[in-house]
């Protein structure tokens, strides 16, 4: 399965680390490489790489009134749409939706320096809070999140946490579902979801799948 339901809202992998969240909204994280989906309410965006980032995508979701969640390297890229820049350890509203942004950044890679303000997000939806890691090693603002119920963590190593980082941090604030992501597209494997899922302590762990 592609997608699962707690508590009314329903989570669906896309692929990467995109993920779209639904109920009464259409609320979409890093679109990338999308096929036919409906239209976004909101859009969040963690970073301005081609595949957080993706003009193309977000121009198929899109309609007059979506508002889209950017840092703030990506304003010159998405003039043409309705934007709302963030910086990172911030808290915000939009559309009645609350969130707040937790800073992505690697530790010993060069590839997402902390200096770029790039961010993860916490997102809450009918009390439901959802925390997006973005691009990041398991950094020291991860032990600072509480009330955690579900956490999308990347697992692909390379660019970002590898598996054994990724079980480290989610092991630490104790979200009560975790997902694997940044898997199966540009690097990792399935291999690293489930070498993740054996680590992990006490969350509940889904692996999904996506058509592709």
Known sequence: MGSFEY??????WLGHACFKISNKLKIYIDPFDLKDEEKADLIFITHEH?????LADIKKIA???????ITEDCIAKLRDFK?????PGKSYEAKGIK???VPAYNLSKAFHTRASNWVGYVIEVEGIKIYHAG?????PEMKELKGIDIALMPVGGTYTMNAEEAAKAVNSFKPKIAVPMHFGKIVGSERDAERFKNLVEGAEVKILAWID
């Open 7 to 12: 508590k009314g809202i329903k989570v669906e």
């Open 135 to 139: 691009d990041t090693d398991f950094v």
């Open 50 to 54: 081609y595949d957080h980032c993706s």
């Open 63 to 69: 309609k007059d009134d979506t508002l889209v969640i």
């Open 99 to 101: 969130f707040s942004t």
């Open 83 to 87: 934007t709302f820049p963030v910086l």
